[in-house]
DNA sequence: AAGCGTAAGGTTGTCTGACAACATGGCAAC
DNA sequence: GTTGCCATGTTGTCAGACAACCTTACGCTT
């Protein structure tokens, strides 16, 4: 595993990608990048403890001859690893592992991903369900009319996306930003667009077709005029118990599907 | 500003740091590494939407000249806005602004540092404060007794740093970190632990004389018992509130040094 | 005139070699 | 034993080259 040879990797990884564009496999590794994957292998090495904290790691060489790529792929792969706070480098010393009291990114894929794809998304689903009722109470409490403005501006626009059941799911992501953004914490606006970023594929389910036949695009609303009010009348708990509310109808739309998934 | 010479500015900051090495400078741009300079002056165009979502990148060769570095350096600069689901890189096309649906990392730390720092520490704290609480609900309905004996052994070791009026800052991390591990939800747990990182320096003041003088490692001593006790009688709610309003005091001290720093 | 295949040039991905800047350990001089 | 210097190793940066790939334009065919 240690010595492993990326290009040899790298070119199973393109059969198997030539495969999927064949419809033979769904969604195996991804060639991507050499640095990519040399990036990947140091992170899970670095997730599985093979280092401990403050040990240095191989040299730049000694890495690039043990995964069979040169020294500038893996230049690019510890430049990552430092950016995200995992290692230090020193020049003329070397890179060592970093504790993590020096982690500087937050980022929810997993680079073992040996876990249920469901699961994760329910965990991140849980995460958002915190985050945005605080932020909601927070925006009752702090929104001016400019931020009423922007919410009523994203929740209109929803509204005639229903009436025309076309895809609504930017305007969906406009009124929660916006809702994060009227609690004037720029911190929390930013990690609820994060969040909100994370789902860009699964949220869309809302919006297709089958989201209208079942009815949750237009359940969705009444709960987001709900919210809306709710934040105009600055009644920060009910804005917080609705959107926690809100959040919890998608995570039992996600329990339903791991049941199916069982049943199988 | 675009075509700033990037050794130019390097040089200014080397001399900075030295003078900043004797003491005549408290802390100002660091050195870094020239590949650090052009992530930010490139992360720093990025959020001043000089180019549009979609637009292409200059060449690397043209950044590379542009901002009088060599294309290496450039493409580690790339490498980490890629990396963060800023921009795009086709082969053969060039580098694109991707939209912000793409966002694969969050960080705390502004390109654009002109927030008053006291101002982003409550922001955070504010975050800390949402998600925590969330955590502690979650961990009341959720723990096991492995989750109780790992809170409880952070308890006593912090419980004894108190008694030796010792740093406890790390068994303090530990404490909050296990409460969200018993949350069994590892995004949470994940998400805590970044945010725990986010105050390596500041949340040490509780621990020092400073901190034993005014008390604030006795009271918050006593938040944490009660926290524990609520989870270990899966009283939900209580947790709940008992560990916001144990942020709710690092936020308040926070608020007073920023009147302290007004009256200046 | 419209469509299509091909060739040319441009751009990113990767490799190689080189040198500068810095760190570390050992050795010699005191 | 301590100090200072030097050889060696490592990271940071540069330059050039080629492969893989994309885009565009040109010329040919229909």
New binding site residues.
């Given amino acids: 595993m240690l010595s492993d040879n990326l290009?040899l990797e790298r070119g199973i990884a393109r059969a198997a990608t030539a495969l999927a564009d064949h419809g033979v496999i769904s969604a195996l590794a991804r060639p991507s990048?050499?640095?990519d994957e040399a990036y990947h292998s140091l992170l899970l090495q670095l997730d599985m403890n093979l280092w401990k904290v403050g040990d240095k790691?191989?040299?730049?060489?000694?890495l690039g001859e043990s995964l069979?790529?040169?020294?500038?792929?893996i230049?690019?792969a510890?430049a990552r690893l430092r950016a995200d706070g995992r290692i230090e480098?020193?020049?003329?010393?070397?890179?060592f592992v970093s504790d993590r009291s020096k982690l500087a990114a937050f980022r929810t894929d997993h680079a073992n991903s040996d876990t249920d794809p469901l699961k994760q998304e329910l965990e991140i689903l849980e995460l958002r369900q915190i985050v945005e009722a605080g932020a909601a109470e927070l925006a009752a409490a702090r929104r001016h009319e400019t931020d009423l403005a922007n919410i009523r501006t994203a929740l209109e626009a929803m509204l005639e996306s229903v009436a025309k059941r076309s895809d609504g799911s930017a305007h969906d992501d406009a009124f929660h930003n916006a809702i994060a953004q009227a609690s004037h914490n720029s911190q929390i606006a930013k990690f609820v667009e994060f969040l909100g970023a994370q789902f860009s594929n699964s949220r869309k389910a809302t919006w297709d077709d089958i989201g209208y036949g079942v009815g949750i695009a237009a359940v969705g609303q009444s709960d987001h005029s709900a919210i809306y009010k709710a934040i105009e009348l600055q009644d920060g708990a009910k804005a917080k118990r609705l959107s926690h509310a809100h959040v919890q109808r998608a995570i039992d739309r996600v329990l339903l599907r791991m049941n199916d998934q069982k049943v199988e």
Avoid at 68 to 73: H, I, L, P, Q, Y
Avoid at 89 to 95: E, Y
Wanted: hydrophobic share 40%; net charge positive; charged share 25%.
């Fill in positions: 290009t990048s050499l640095a790691l191989p040299t730049e060489k000694a069979g790529v040169s020294r500038a792929v230049r690019e510890l480098t020193r020049q003329g010393a070397g890179a």
